[in-house]
């Protein structure tokens, strides 16, 4: 089983924490929805072997597309590529392009999962990360989606300066009020070259705090399993049978496509990624070439994404799946180099798994990258 991932680069306006490929331009709109869907003919033998069982609309804000441009690309995947019976379809959308039309018009096209960015309840969060809905859009959308998608995934943002754990438990609180099945839950990053870190760094905007967030990490895990949510990823919780298919594939290893500009593929042994650029992309794609870049992985890059996929999921790294596809020498090393970690009760075996404890999931990147390999010959 694989999955398509269609990047659609256009947003309203830029939040200031983003540094994701995206234009606040939509000129080219049709010119790249054309270009997606000659991206799709021309990959399809990428694909020959392989049933799609996941479409993922990411951005980007996909929500701003019409109902007969969603399923203009829908329709160009069925054509080229073979389709499991029932898809998981997926389309990010912002709360402010989620009207009662819109939410009505999506249920009526092959999208059987939202994934609805909403971030904070609270006017300050949004205004401070320039969000383009408010709280009360984020409500209302929520109201309105509920009635017509099971399926349905929430974002919220933590760490964000100015966020007490009153206000975060009252922004947990309320997604749990609209029985929502899965939310996706992210510490506040200040990433390089965003409005952000510039406000962070001329004091207009107080500086991330990382004990806070770790604290609201904790409060997270603590009252979405309490509600029954499974911590499925680091950044992940859903209740039983509503994990995302598409997130999981990557975290273990499948196969996908990456349509659209800055969209990365992989198909196991080798990583590409297109061009970050719309005009570029178009350019490219209206002369039939695909404006990708490649490398091959070597069996240390594997082993490394392993490790870091792994510790980040609820099933580990598996030490048989180590010594089977990396070897004896591999398995070793993760075992000497992980010793540190599981006497400071930050990762455990069980079953011959190596897993985050509960003290160490906050710290699970770091983790990883203290048992990646570096120049193994």
């Given at each position: 089983?694989?999955?398509?991932y269609i990047h659609i680069p256009?947003?309203?306006?830029?939040?200031?924490?983003?540094?994701?490929?995206?234009?606040?331009?939509?000129?080219?709109?049709?010119?790249?929805?054309?270009?997606?869907?000659?991206?799709?003919?021309?990959?399809?033998?990428?694909?020959?072997?392989?049933?799609?069982?996941?479409?993922?609309?990411?951005?980007?804000?996909?929500?701003?597309?019409?109902?007969?441009?969603?399923?203009?690309?829908i329709n160009s995947v069925y054509?080229?590529?073979?389709?499991?019976?029932?898809?998981?379809?997926?389309?990010?959308?912002n709360p402010d392009d989620l009207?009662?039309?819109?939410?009505?018009?999506?249920?009526?096209?092959?999208?059987?999962?939202?994934?609805?960015?909403?971030?904070?309840?609270?006017?300050?969060?949004?205004?401070?990360?320039?969000?383009?809905?408010?709280?009360?859009?984020?409500?209302?959308?929520?109201?309105?989606?509920?009635?017509?998608?099971?399926?349905?995934?929430?974002?919220?943002?933590?760490?964000?300066?100015?966020?007490?754990?009153?206000?975060?438990?009252?922004?947990?609180?309320?997604?749990?009020?609209?029985?929502?099945?899965?939310?996706?839950?992210?510490?506040?990053?200040?990433?390089?070259?965003?409005?952000?870190?510039?406000?962070?760094?001329?004091?207009?905007?107080?500086?991330?705090?990382?004990?806070?967030?770790?604290?609201?990490?904790?409060?997270?895990?603590?009252?979405?399993?309490?509600?029954?949510?499974?911590?499925?990823?680091?950044?992940?919780?859903?209740?039983?049978?509503?994990?995302?298919?598409?997130?999981?594939?990557?975290?273990?290893?499948?196969?996908?496509?990456?349509?659209?500009?800055?969209?990365?593929?992989?198909?196991?042994?080798?990583?590409?990624?297109?061009?970050?650029?719309?005009?570029?992309?178009?350019?490219?794609?209206?002369?039939?070439?695909?404006?990708?870049?490649?490398?091959?992985?070597?069996?240390?890059?594997?082993?490394?994404?392993?490790?870091?996929?792994?510790?980040?999921?609820?099933?580990?790294?598996?030490?048989?799946?180590?010594?089977?596809?990396?070897?004896?020498?591999?398995?070793?090393?993760?075992?000497?180099?992980?010793?540190?970690?599981?006497?400071?009760?930050?990762?455990?075996?069980?079953?011959?798994?190596?897993?985050?404890?509960?003290?160490?999931?906050?710290?699970?990147?770091?983790?990883?990258?203290?048992?990646?390999?570096?120049?193994?010959?």
């Amino acid at each position: 089983m694989s999955g398509i991932y269609i990047h659609i680069p256009f947003c309203k306006q830029a939040c200031h924490y983003c540094d994701f490929h995206f234009s606040t331009s939509l000129k080219k709109k049709d010119d790249l929805l054309n270009a997606l869907v000659k991206e799709l003919e021309l990959r399809k033998d990428e694909f020959k072997n392989q049933m799609v069982e996941t479409i993922y609309f990411g951005g980007g804000t996909p929500s701003l597309l019409t109902k007969d441009e969603i399923e203009l690309i829908i329709n160009s995947v069925y054509k080229n590529y073979k389709v499991v019976e029932n898809p998981e379809i997926t389309l990010e959308a912002n709360p402010d392009d989620l009207s009662k039309e819109q939410i009505s018009s999506l249920a009526n096209t092959e999208i059987n999962r939202l994934s609805i960015g909403i971030q904070s309840f609270f006017e300050d969060d949004l205004k401070l990360m320039n969000r383009a809905h408010n709280a009360k859009e984020a409500k209302q959308c929520l109201d309105e989606a509920t009635k017509h998608f099971q399926n349905i995934s929430v974002d919220l943002i933590y760490g964000i300066p100015g966020l007490s754990n009153e206000r975060w438990i009252e922004n947990i609180e309320t997604v749990l009020s609209y029985n929502i099945p899965h939310i996706s839950s992210y510490a506040l990053t200040v990433e390089p070259k965003t409005a952000l870190e510039t406000f962070i760094k001329k004091g207009v905007i107080k500086n991330v705090d990382d004990d806070l967030a770790q604290e609201q990490f904790h409060i997270l895990i603590e009252k979405l399993e309490a509600a029954g949510f499974v911590h499925y990823e680091l950044s992940n919780f859903g209740k039983p049978e509503y994990f995302s298919k598409n997130n999981s594939a990557y975290w273990l290893g499948k196969p996908y496509l990456g349509i659209g500009p800055s969209a990365h593929s992989f198909n196991g042994n080798e990583r590409g990624w297109n061009v970050r650029n719309n005009s570029k992309y178009i350019k490219s794609l209206e002369q039939k070439i695909v404006p990708i870049e490649t490398e091959t992985l070597s069996i240390t890059d594997k082993y490394n994404e392993y490790v870091m996929t792994g510790l980040r999921t609820v099933w580990g790294v598996s030490l048989e799946k180590v010594e089977q596809d990396f070897g004896q020498q591999y398995k070793n090393y993760l075992l000497e180099h992980s010793q540190k970690h599981i006497n400071e009760h930050l990762l455990y075996l069980d079953n011959n798994k190596l897993l985050v404890t509960k003290k160490g999931k906050f710290l699970s990147d770091g983790i990883a990258s203290d048992l990646f390999k570096i120049n193994l010959s």
